[in-house]
């Protein structure tokens, strides 16, 4: 895991991880600049069109998460409740 957010670029995962982060790298940073052919790399991977839109709406939330907290001054919970709630997501999801 700390290769991957290091850089995922070189970091040893499956190209269609690679393939997807650099969809959602752009998507981040350049919104502006993203087009469909950004999307036919992924794809080609063997990464399915709903996963594709899986992705785009768990990045589009996280994004909206971290400018709302980066601008509203939020503050971050004690780091003891991230495992727990990684946990907790990994059994029922993002229901």
Do not use: C, H
């Amino acid at each position: 895991m700390q290769q991957v957010l290091a850089d995922y670029k070189t970091a040893k995962i499956d190209e269609t991880l690679r393939a997807t982060l650099a969809l959602l790298e752009k998507f981040t940073l350049t919104p502006d600049a993203l087009s469909a052919a950004d999307v036919r790399p992924v794809l080609a991977t063997g990464v399915s069109r709903e996963a594709v839109v899986d992705a785009f709406y768990v990045a589009f939330l996280f994004n909206t998460y971290d400018r709302l907290a980066d601008t509203l001054g939020w503050e971050l919970p004690d780091r003891r409740y991230y495992p727990k709630a990684g946990q907790f997501l990994l059994k029922r999801g993002y229901r």
